[in-house]
């Protein structure tokens, strides 16, 4: 299947600022998923980004908070605004294979630490 | 609203013994897939297996198995032979079938896996 090259690994942020996450794919894919993993918990689904169009955000997640761009159908970013240490969490991009009906493929993640 | 239920928070299991984990869910739909996922402490998802809903032969991959009951929807996964590597965060995960690609994965709260020498 895909791979999903994501970056930062892990980043230390201070209070207040923002960060934005890549993810670059090694093939075209429709949709891209992002979701939230707080520690020793589940993933909760962020939002799905379609190509040229905007994401469609979850509940409980908005736009302003967490903007995502989707320029094409390889590279995907999140951004984290206006960090707060409830946004200490691992973050993780994901892709649908084309061939393999419902398998989502994953990045490795991002770990942030908002201090 | 489907929901994802995994009963065991932790699990133990001696090297080369079989262990079994626990997945209910909860859906009005009759087209489904499921899937477990493995999380090792490296952080990436990997998928181990999947089922859809409307083949009742029970998938395998390997030392992998599940026990997909429909009507009790139940979908518990095998693993036999453990090994070291199968030391991992164990994650159930849900999605309907609308034949879309924005078609959503649900998951469980997950299962921490240690396998023991």
């Known amino acids: 299947s895909a791979v999903i090259s994501q970056k930062p690994s892990r980043d230390i942020c201070q209070r207040g600022t923002s960060l934005t996450i890549q993810c670059q794919v090694d093939?075209?894919?429709?949709?891209m998923f992002w979701y939230r993993q707080q520690p020793g918990q589940s993933l909760t689904l962020i939002a799905t980004a379609n190509q040229g169009s905007e994401a469609t955000y979850e509940s409980g997640f908005v736009i302003d908070k967490f903007p995502i761009s989707r320029p094409n159908l390889t590279f995907s970013t999140l951004t984290v605004s206006n960090m707060s240490p409830e946004d200490s969490s691992i973050y993780l991009c994901s892709g649908r294979d084309r061939e393999i009906n419902g398998e989502l493929f994953f990045g490795e993640g991002s770990r942030l630490t908002v201090l | 609203a489907q929901t994802v239920t995994q009963s065991q928070p932790e699990m133990s299991v001696q090297e080369a013994e079989t262990v079994t984990l626990s997945c209910t869910y909860d859906?009005?739909?009759?087209?489904?897939?499921l899937f477990w996922y493995k999380q090792p402490p490296s952080r990436q998802m990997i998928l181990v297996i999947r089922?859809?809903?409307?083949?009742?032969q029970n998938a395998t991959e390997n030392r992998f198995s599940v026990n997909f009951q429909k009507a009790a929807k139940s979908f518990s996964l095998k693993i036999s032979d453990s090994q070291l590597g199968d030391t991992a965060m164990y994650f159930c995960a849900f999605m309907r079938d609308y034949g879309g690609a924005t078609n959503k994965l649900i998951f469980g709260t997950g299962t921490l896996l240690a396998v023991q020498p």
């Open positions: 089922q859809e809903a409307y083949k009742q």
């Open positions: 859906t009005s739909e009759n087209n489904y897939y």
């Open positions: 093939s075209q894919v429709t949709m």
